[in-house]
């Protein structure tokens, strides 16, 4: 029997200013990756994510980005590579004590936006980052884009691995998500990405834009929550896994 776990970006919310549907998708998924205030969120809005989550038993992660709030975290920046592990170490601290004071603790680690792209194509900045994490809690689960850098840095490191698709995104023919800024690359049709993961978990391969099939270990399947049909995309997602006889729970990390 196929298993696989959903997660999602949250607690993107930046003081009154709010962002993706938090609250509708803790209903949904079963892993969530909070945002630790330098791309996105704050001090409230973390310890309302992280509160939401523990209620809802699902599975927290913390979610380190760029310190780089107008950018949303999508902006490239040059860091070097002990820049890069500070910064993991920073967010990833903030994430454990908020996720303590909700009665809860961080079980997974991923990097976001254009600093997870960053590391993907690059193996020492992946390493680094991970090697953060690490000397924080060397029992962390570190989400990876599979076989990309981030997942050879993980390993290399003996870390805990939990491996990822994008239900929303399209892949290249060397198994990297596609630009935003191309046509094609965002997913919107919650029937298309619930039949395409559908046929990545059967085939066990990433299928890229061009049909190509890259054999993959999938843990996880990853689920935006900032469009305007998020939520519906992801209740159908779930639905038609479910109606498939995939079984959702949360990884357990292997190494």
């Given at each position: 029997?196929?298993?696989?776990?959903?997660?999602?970006?949250?607690g993107e919310s930046f003081g009154p200013w709010p962002m993706g549907a938090d609250s509708a998708l803790l209903d949904i998924i079963t892993s969530a990756n909070i945002a630790c205030g330098l791309h996105?969120?704050?001090?409230?809005?973390?310890?309302?994510?992280?509160?939401?989550?523990?209620?809802?038993?699902?599975?927290?992660?913390?979610?380190?980005?760029?310190?780089?709030?107008?950018?949303?975290?999508?902006?490239?920046?040059?860091?070097?590579?002990?820049?890069?592990?500070?910064?993991?170490?920073?967010?990833?601290?903030?994430?454990?004590?908020?996720?303590?004071?909700?009665?809860?603790?961080?079980?997974?680690?991923?990097?976001?936006?254009?600093?997870?792209?960053?590391?993907?194509?690059?193996?020492?900045?992946?390493?680094?980052?991970?090697?953060?994490?690490?000397?924080?809690?060397?029992?962390?689960?570190?989400?990876?884009?599979?076989?990309?850098?981030?997942?050879?840095?993980?390993r290399e490191l003996d870390a805990r691995i939990a491996r990822e698709i994008f239900a929303d995104r399209a892949y290249t023919e060397d198994g990297l998500l596609m630009d935003r800024r191309l046509p094609?690359?965002?997913?919107?049709?919650?029937?298309?990405?619930?039949?395409?993961?559908?046929?990545?978990?059967?085939?066990?391969?990433?299928?890229?834009?061009?049909?190509?099939?890259?054999?993959?270990?999938?843990?996880?399947?990853?689920?935006?929550?900032?469009?305007?049909?998020?939520?519906?995309?992801?209740?159908?997602?779930?639905?038609?896994?479910?109606?498939?006889?995939?079984?959702?729970?949360?990884?357990?990390?292997?190494?």
């Amino acid at each position: 029997m196929m298993r696989v776990d959903l997660n999602a970006d949250m607690g993107e919310s930046f003081g009154p200013w709010p962002m993706g549907a938090d609250s509708a998708l803790l209903d949904i998924i079963t892993s969530a990756n909070i945002a630790c205030g330098l791309h996105a969120g704050d001090p409230d809005v973390m310890a309302g994510a992280m509160a939401l989550a523990v209620k809802n038993g699902v599975g927290i992660g913390a979610h380190p980005g760029f310190s780089d709030l107008q950018g949303f975290g999508r902006r490239r920046m040059e860091i070097s590579q002990d820049a890069a592990r500070n910064l993991t170490i920073y967010q990833f601290g903030a994430a454990q004590a908020m996720a303590r004071a909700a009665g809860g603790h961080v079980r997974h680690l991923k990097l976001h936006g254009a600093l997870a792209n960053m590391a993907a194509e690059d193996e020492a900045l992946a390493r680094a980052c991970y090697q953060g994490a690490l000397m924080v809690d060397p029992d962390i689960i570190i989400v990876v884009l599979v076989g990309t850098a981030q997942e050879r840095a993980a390993r290399e490191l003996d870390a805990r691995i939990a491996r990822e698709i994008f239900a929303d995104r399209a892949y290249t023919e060397d198994g990297l998500l596609m630009d935003r800024r191309l046509p094609g690359a965002l997913l919107h049709d919650a029937d298309e990405m619930a039949a395409r993961i559908l046929a990545m978990l059967q085939a066990e391969a990433i299928i890229t834009a061009q049909g190509i099939h890259l054999p993959a270990r999938i843990d996880t399947i990853c689920l935006h929550g900032d469009g305007p049909s998020a939520v519906i995309a992801a209740r159908k997602l779930r639905d038609s896994l479910q109606e498939a006889g995939v079984t959702l729970a949360q990884f357990e990390g292997a190494r």
